[in-house]
């Protein structure tokens, strides 16, 4: 995507470097334009270096033809502002264009994100409030300030969001609302099953495949329920409902509740095969272990799930196998009656915990390989096929 980055005279500059070097990695093209007050914190030779262009620093600069105001304006797909201060706010608001970013600002008709930064007492004050307003009207998407230490060394709101915010914020109004109005509920992560207190059963599974998949479901503007074990850490999307449970009866009742609701389920989760049939509630001492312990089988909750609702709603699961996954999976999707199956390979290079694997999507059709092995890949794949199934349906 063709983005220009904007950028105003405040210290938290220095932190919009990293955002153009990060904005660049992802793909985009970046072009910069800064304030004449923002040269004086940070050179335009490192925004130059960073994303491989001249930057423009004034109203009459011509890096860009003699109009490079709208070029640049018809050029952009995207307009990110960081910092923004007070005063460029306010130029914004009242669409006083002394500036090539305001300029450009005036001139632009796509998204535009703002991140402010400044002192508490300039945030909180009436005609900031009255600016950040009308931008907010305009359909400008505000982004920030944080909490927290200031350069005066006071505390309070006026940091400025920082650059993986905004690279998130972006995402989330670059991306595409294909899943709006689309209800799913989405599993992740394992159960634990507890022997006692201290002792459970339990496997690796760190929830990263479905949780990519929630958040992924979410910015395509979804209504997504996730819910995941209970020691899942990867960061959930803010648009995204989180339950948080323990075992696997447990999650078999929180997926019910939400299921009547739902138009889709996607079960990710690696749930526990076995429970203990007797869980102590106090912790049992090493002498009086006894080394054989009754199991019994946990639901299958995704079997329980299409066996109520197959045909109404699609219902799609994973199976992580340390060989012949495609073949398995395709066992799988009968025997539990599901729409499709993600098969992937798991061991030690790959599958659990890991960001990569390789893997198949397995329909009563056949079985595709997914391209690259790249989880938020896999997700989006996934996501596609979806939304293309509940088109036709
Ligand atoms: O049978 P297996 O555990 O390999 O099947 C994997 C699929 O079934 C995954 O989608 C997983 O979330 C789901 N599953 C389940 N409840 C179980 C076991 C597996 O929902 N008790």
Redesign the pocket.
């Known amino acids: 995507m063709r983005i220009v980055v904007g950028v105003a005279g405040g210290i938290a500059a220095y932190k919009t470097c990293e955002l153009v070097s990060r904005l660049v990695q992802a793909g985009h093209e970046v072009r910069v334009i800064m304030t004449s007050a923002a040269t004086a914190f940070v050179g335009p030779l490192t925004f130059e270096a960073l994303s491989g262009h001249p930057v423009s620093t004034q109203a009459t600069d011509v890096s860009e033809g003699p109009l490079s105001h709208i070029t640049l304006a018809h050029w952009a797909e995207a307009m990110v502002v960081a910092p923004a201060t007070a005063g460029l706010i306010a130029r914004f608001a009242t669409g006083r264009a002394e500036d090539m970013l305001s300029l450009v600002y005036l001139g632009f008709r796509g998204p535009v994100l703002v991140a402010p930064a400044m002192e508490p007492d300039m945030w909180t004050h009436p005609r900031t409030e009255m600016n950040v307003g009308i931008l907010r009207s305009d359909g400008v998407h505000i982004v920030g300030p944080r909490e927290g230490r200031m350069a005066s060394g006071r505390e309070g709101i006026g940091r400025m969001a920082e650059p993986w915010e905004l690279m998130e914020a972006l995402e989330d109004v670059i991306t595409p609302q294909d899943l709006a109005h689309v209800r799913m509920v989405v599993?992740a992560g394992s159960t634990w099953e507890h022997f006692d207190p201290v002792r459970l059963l339990t496997n690796p599974s760190t929830g990263l495949m479905g949780v990519l998949i929630a958040n992924a479901a979410a910015r395509r503007g979804a209504h997504v329920h996730l819910i995941t074990g209970p020691a899942v850490q990867v960061p959930v999307h803010h648009l995204v409902t989180r339950s948080t449970v323990t075992s696997?009866v447990e999650?078999?009742q929180a997926v019910e509740k939400v299921m009547e609701a739902a138009d889709v389920f996607v079960?990710?989760?690696?749930?526990?095969?076995f429970r203990p049939v007797e869980s102590l509630t106090h912790k049992m001492h090493k002498e009086s272990l006894p080394l054989t312990w009754k199991m019994q089988t946990?639901?299958?909750?995704?079997?329980?799930?299409a066996q109520k609702y197959h045909g109404h709603k699609l219902i799609?699961?994973?199976?992580?196998?340390t060989q012949a996954p495609v073949e398995?999976a395709a066992l799988?999707l009968r025997k539990?009656g599901?729409d499709a199956?993600v098969a992937n390979l798991v061991g030690h290079q790959e599958g659990f915990g890991s960001g990569q694997h390789h893997s198949w999507l397995v329909t009563a059709q056949g079985a595709h390989p997914i391209p690259g092995d790249d989880k938020a890949c896999t997700a989006n794949v996934l996501l596609d096929w979806i939304e293309r199934k509940l088109k036709e349906s």
Not at 298 to 305: E, L, R
């Open positions: 599993t696997a999650m078999l079960g990710a989760a690696a749930v526990s095969d946990n639901p299958d909750i995704i079997a329980m799930v799609v699961g994973f199976a992580a196998e398995q799988k539990k599901l199956i």
